[in-house]
């Protein structure tokens, strides 16, 4: 049995990594988080230790160490996004392996300098890239190596999940802690297209706001419009009123259903890890590398046939 640390032990997705500890005969030790919204924790691990300052939860996991049943092997990370390379770097000098969401951070530098740290401690970092393991996006993965074609797949992706006006007063909302909207709600997408499709080969920003953002993705399989949004008037008017999030994703036409099987893909992704299989730097460079340049990237009008339909809404 594993002893993890938890850090962002309140966010949204830490419930899916608590129930992943546990479903894996892990041990949560301890949590830390600036809230205390943390209540979840007593139906999954009671008997966890909770911080809400960093240096008290530091002080602790050192405490930890001294005794060899006690001490952390892995520190889970679902802070906000532009404190991952802060806890990632903390996790690994504590002589820990560390699970880390998406994005796992803005740049290659970044990840260089990751890659730096993990051989000054001889620990490793692993990345959640669920839908890696959906079996959906597995098939698809396998019929694209397998088939015989000539010309690239004509893909388009359409990603919008409607949020209230908190959005923008949270961190999320803040490009300086979220790195928009490409990275903070897009960037598992721009990993699973490179995952089936292989390498990037040319990268255009059509669109980008606070809400929501557009452009051309073509790697060596596919040619891939992209639109993502956070605003509710982006639904399609077929699901207005009935849904609040809308997905697809079509290849040649097909639509690619993948709306179910998540429930478990944290829990699958550890049971990776644990086993020697999980993703790490590289494995998450090309991702990192796409948003990171649709960042920097000024806006420019579509070529023919590279613009998403739902563009046509914003002219």
């Given amino acids: 049995m594993k002893n993890f640390a938890l850090i962002g032990a309140a966010g949204y997705i830490a419930p899916r990594h608590m129930k992943a500890i546990k479903e894996t005969g892990n041990h949560l030790a301890v949590g830390y988080d600036i809230n205390d919204s943390v209540g979840i924790?007593?139906?999954?691990?009671?008997?966890?230790d909770f911080f809400t300052e960093f240096e008290r939860f530091q002080e602790h996991a050192w405490q930890l160490k001294r005794d060899s049943q006690r001490a952390l092997d892995y520190v889970a990370v679902c802070s906000p996004n532009h404190l991952h390379h802060a806890h990632i770097a903390a996790g690994l000098r504590l002589g820990c392996d560390v699970i880390c969401e998406k994005p796992l951070v803005p740049t290659p530098e970044l990840l260089d300098e990751l890659a730096r740290i993990e051989r000054e401690t001889g620990r490793r970092i692993y990345n959640i890239l669920q839908l890696r393991h959906h079996q959906a996006i597995l098939d698809l993965k396998r019929k694209v190596a397998t088939e015989r074609r000539e010309?690239?797949?004509?893909?388009?992706?359409?990603?919008?999940?409607?949020?209230?006006?908190?959005?923008?007063e949270s961190w999320k909302g803040d490009p300086r802690k979220s790195f928009g909207i490409a990275t903070n709600i897009g960037v598992h997408f721009f990993d699973m297209l490179h995952f089936i499709f292989g390498k990037l080969q040319k990268n255009v920003l059509h669109h980008a706001d606070n809400a929501k953002a557009a452009g051309y993705l073509e790697y060596e399989k596919a040619r891939v419009p992209w639109f993502l949004s956070i605003d509710a008037d982006d639904?399609?008017?077929?699901?207005?009123?009935?849904?609040?999030?809308?997905?697809?994703i079509t290849v040649d036409g097909e639509e690619i259903e993948f709306s179910g099987g998540f429930t478990d893909l944290h829990t699958i992704s550890y049971q990776e890890i644990l086993a020697g299989r999980g993703y790490g730097i590289e494995d998450a460079r090309h991702c990192v590398e796409t948003v990171n340049t649709i960042r920097s990237a000024q806006p420019q009008a579509p070529a023919a046939g590279e613009g998403h339909p739902f563009l046509n809404r914003l002219m």
């Fill in 41 to 48: 924790i007593d139906s999954i691990s009671p008997q966890s």
């Fill in 235 to 248: 639904l399609p008017k077929s699901v207005q009123g009935k849904q609040s999030t809308y997905r697809s």
């Fill in 151 to 168: 010309g690239k797949h004509e893909v388009e992706l359409t990603y919008i999940t409607s949020r209230g006006k908190w959005y923008m």
